[in-house]
Structures are given as structure tokens and as C-alpha cells.
């Protein structure tokens, strides 16, 4: 029987040329988060690891569709995002929530915290939710958002990015990166994309133009899987 006072779970060795650094000097607020100390594993109760704790009930029709969530169509490029979920054997990963925020087309958040003066749109909130399905796959109906000044450097200019969170069985599983879009003239100016120090890793946060997903006189595509672990993972914010 497992016991529920001691269960810690397992641990796997971070790739740092992989994944973002959590000291980055360039990327202006790190040195006053990151991590002074050693991390240490603390036991978690036997409900925080079995769940599940999402399903079909917790994810309504449209909750994929970002265009689709107010009386009106917001402004902007229309864009599908699709792709799967894989684990470091290329398997799917199924039943899988994923969330999704990002600014409007015109570069601004829902957020009280946002002071970028570009407009807000009224028919866009900029989040949604999906699970996957049995084979790893899932869609998101959206607008491109745009790019925004974030005050990290001299003119400093966030490329177009979608964030992602990725929950497992529970709430205690969870995974957060970025997705980008194909040729951003952004990339090389930009401390928290080039926070990923392996080039080939960089890359796999950028998603792939997709003709073939495209709806025709409606809306561009772009694929974006997501490997959680392995020699091919995705760069993830841990």
C-alpha cells in the first residue's frame, strides 16, 4: 500500500541548454525570482497525484474557440493553432488539459496590469481551454496576437506568442511554455526567447506554417506539437 506521508514524486534532471534559464540578467526581472537555494522535493499527499481532476465537464464547447466567445467577431488575423501532445517516445498523450492566453491583435492583454496604450477589443479575451483527444491532438481557434513593448531594454519588443499550460493527472503536473510564429524579426532582440540557449531547442517553440489545415477564405494555420520530455522536448518555463 502507498504510503500517503511520505510519497514524493519522481524528479528528472534538468537540461539547461534545453530549457530557459531561471537566472537570466538579460531578462530584467529574473534576478529578483530566480532561486537562491537547491531545490528540494517536498511529499505531497496521495490526492494531489492521482486525480484525475479535468475532464469533459470542466471544458465547455467553445471554450477552443477564441473568436467565438463574445456577441461579436474580434479584430485581427484568424488563425487556427492545432497540433499533439507526445511524451519523449513519441507516444500521445491523451485526455491532457491545455490552457491558452495571449494578447489581442493589436499587442494588449486583458489585464489591469497591461499598460501598453494600444486598444482592447471587446470580442476578444485572449484565453482558452481544450483537452486533448486519444491520439494527442488538439485545436485552437484564434487571432494572431501582436507584438508589444514590455520596458525589459531599450526598446524592447516581445515577439507574437501564445502562452500554453499543459496539466497532467493533477494540479501538482503542470507545464507552461510559449509557442511562436515562423520567421518573428523579433527573435534575436528578444532575452526570454534566447533564454533557451540551444538553437535547435529555440526552434521547437516555433510553430510551423500549415497550408494543409488552413480553412479556405476563413482562416490561416499553424502547428505547434509539444514533446514533454526526452532529446526532443520542448523548452518549458520549470
Same mark, same amino acid.
Given at each position: 500500500?502507498m504510503?500517503?506521508s ?5 524528479s ?13 540578467? *538579460? ?8 532561486? $537562491?537555494k ?16 479535468? @475532464?469533459?465537464?470542466? %471544458?465547455? =464547447? ?8 463574445? *456577441?461579436?467577431?474580434?479584430?485581427? =488575423? ?12 513519441? #507516444? ?6 491545455? *490552457?491558452?492566453?495571449? &494578447? ?7 489585464? &489591469? ?14 484565453? @482558452?481551454?481544450?483537452?486533448t ?9 484564434? %487571432? #494572431?496576437?501582436?507584438a ?7 526598446n ?11 496539466f @497532467?493527472?493533477a ?7 510559449q509557442?511562436?510564429?515562423?520567421g518573428?524579426?523579433?527573435f ?7 533564454? %533557451?540557449?540551444d538553437?535547435?531547442?529555440? =526552434? ?12 479556405? =477564405? ?11 520530455? @526526452?532529446h526532443? &522536448? $520542448?523548452?518549458? *518555463?520549470d
Amino acid at each position: 500500500m502507498m504510503s500517503t506521508s511520505r510519497l514524493v514524486l519522481p524528479s528528472y534532471e534538468r537540461d539547461d541548454e534545453s530549457h530557459p534559464s531561471l537566472l537570466t540578467p *538579460e531578462y530584467g526581472s529574473t534576478p529578483l525570482r530566480a532561486p $537562491t537555494k537547491p531545490m528540494q522535493h517536498l511529499p505531497q499527499n496521495l490526492s494531489e497525484v492521482t486525480g484525475p481532476v479535468f @475532464g469533459d465537464g470542466h %471544458v465547455d =464547447e467553445l471554450d477552443h474557440d477564441l473568436t467565438r466567445q463574445h *456577441e461579436g467577431e474580434p479584430l485581427g =488575423e484568424r488563425i487556427v493553432v492545432h497540433g499533439r501532445v507526445l511524451d519523449s517516445d513519441g #507516444k500521445p498523450v491523451p485526455h491532457s488539459l491545455i *490552457e491558452v492566453w495571449q &494578447a489581442n491583435a493589436a499587442g494588449r492583454y486583458r489585464h &489591469a496590469g497591461d499598460r501598453h496604450p494600444a486598444p482592447l477589443d471587446d470580442n476578444f479575451t485572449g484565453v @482558452g481551454r481544450c483537452l486533448t483527444d486519444s491520439e494527442g491532438h488538439y485545436r485552437f481557434v484564434t %487571432v #494572431k496576437p501582436g507584438a508589444y513593448p514590455w520596458r525589459n531594454h531599450d526598446n524592447a519588443w516581445r515577439p507574437a506568442h501564445i502562452h500554453f499550460s499543459l496539466f @497532467g493527472r493533477a494540479f501538482t503536473q503542470r507545464l507552461v511554455t510559449q509557442m511562436y510564429f515562423p520567421g518573428d524579426p523579433l527573435f534575436s532582440q528578444d532575452p526570454i526567447f534566447q533564454s %533557451v540557449r540551444d538553437a535547435s531547442a529555440r =526552434e521547437r517553440m516555433v510553430s510551423s506554417f500549415d497550408l494543409d489545415n488552413t480553412v479556405p =477564405e476563413w482562416a490561416l494555420a499553424y502547428r505547434f506539437d509539444i514533446v514533454l520530455r @526526452g532529446h526532443g &522536448a $520542448t523548452p518549458f *518555463e520549470d
